[in-house]
């Protein structure tokens, strides 16, 4: 949702960034590689939305905040053999914002967390030179947490829920000649049910009567919810030219159905949350290149569009997605045996005008930027 992907990675095709996140490695290796391959990444991320509302008056800032986003693989093969076993741990969804109390659109939103994980075993075959495939299962871990007001400042409306699911991958690069590749990754849709509880929390006050104030308690209750969350289904196409050995240039199309994410109950026995999404599919749009100095070094560049996947009618502050351009800059070589590269993003949403009768119409302004580090070493 709001985790991008940090640069163009400047490995094979089949390595493409996802739409709002990350796939897993699906590497193949010649026949005459062997041996064991690991990689450790670590993406640090901070957000910065701004809104104005409609019609001037004060305007907010989420509270900014550093967010850690870790990613990992290892690949084994063995010489002469037309098989690459892998495993990979990474996160392809992710959400973390927090708005002040104080806001107009407090009854809608005032915090949101999701963090989802995927572990995922992967088996790569070599069909012949110029063609490899690889399928694999993934294990999904999920929590996501959710804060918003109820009807008067300092109540509160919280759920915390965690739940696991499965679901599976699959990758197809062909590789006519040496200057030319391509490849097809997707990764299948996920229902998750987030099982945990609700709490809410309101203050007591008094209704003014012809017999005098009459007090209505205040409530504090807390009871077991859940709610089931689809997750999309996932293509990544792409496409790598390498003019000489020392360049490479890369192009990506990844789209995102986020359609099947519609309106959700949050069910609890005191009575249903609607929780309104109604996301559209989008697609994000990503070229990219790198180059090998005399010294072994590697710089790479490159510039992703990503569509906005809410429509104005079913837009929420606590995701304030947008249309967004993403510029990315890396490097990376090799030290002692140990491969590393370094790499930042900007992301940058152009204003987003919201207008759909409600508290939180007005305008909407996104940054991000993103520092990833990557190590990796063979054994």
Do not use: C
Not at 28 to 48: Q, W, Y
Not at 120 to 126: E, F, G, T
Not at 352 to 361: M, V
């Amino acid at each position: 949702m709001l985790y991008n992907g940090a640069s163009l990675p400047r490995q094979s095709v089949a390595l493409a960034p996802s739409g709002k996140g990350y796939v897993a490695p699906t590497e193949a290796l010649s026949v005459e590689d062997s041996g064991l391959k690991s990689r450790l990444n670590f993406m640090g991320i901070t957000l910065e939305s701004e809104f104005t509302p409609k019609g001037g008056g004060r305007g907010f800032d989420i509270k900014r905040g550093f967010q850690i986003v870790p990613s990992s693989y290892m690949t084994y093969h063995q010489a002469g053999s037309k098989f690459t076993f892998g495993f990979g741990s990474y996160a392809p969804y992710g959400l973390g914002i927090e708005w002040p109390e104080n806001t107009q659109f407090r009854r809608q939103s005032i915090s949101g967390e999701l963090m989802y994980l995927s572990f995922n075993p992967v088996a790569a075959y070599q069909v012949s030179e110029t063609l490899s495939v690889a399928a694999g299962a993934t294990i999904n871990y999920g929590r996501a947490k959710l804060k918003r007001g109820v009807f008067a400042p300092h109540d509160m409306f919280e759920f915390d829920g965690e739940g696991w699911s499965l679901g599976w991958n699959a990758g197809i690069m062909w590789r006519p000649s040496e200057k030319h590749s391509f490849g097809v990754n997707y990764r299948s849709k996920t229902d998750i049910n987030f099982e945990g509880d609700s709490h809410v929390s309101t203050n007591a006050f008094s209704v003014p009567t012809p017999r005098g104030p009459v007090k209505v308690p205040g409530i504090e209750r807390r009871e077991d919810a859940e709610v089931g969350i689809k997750f999309p289904q996932h293509i990544v196409v792409g496409y790598s030219y390498r003019p000489t050995p020392r360049w490479n240039l890369e192009v990506n199309a990844d789209w995102t159905d986020w359609y099947n994410l519609n309106e959700l109950n949050l069910r609890q026995k005191s009575g249903d949350v609607g929780l309104n999404f109604n996301y559209e599919s989008s697609w994000m749009y990503s070229v990219g290149a790198s180059y090998q100095f005399d010294n072994g070094l590697v710089g790479s560049i490159g510039y992703i569009y990503s569509e906005n996947s809410i429509p104005n009618q079913s837009f929420n502050p606590g995701v304030p997605d947008s249309n967004r351009h993403i510029f990315t800059a890396g490097l990376g070589g090799q030290w002692r045996g140990w491969d590393w590269d370094v790499a930042y993003n900007w992301a940058h949403g152009p204003d987003r005008e919201i207008n759909q009768g409600s508290p939180a119409d007005g305008t909407y302004q996104y940054d991000s930027h993103a520092v990833s580090i990557g190590l990796g070493q063979k054994f």
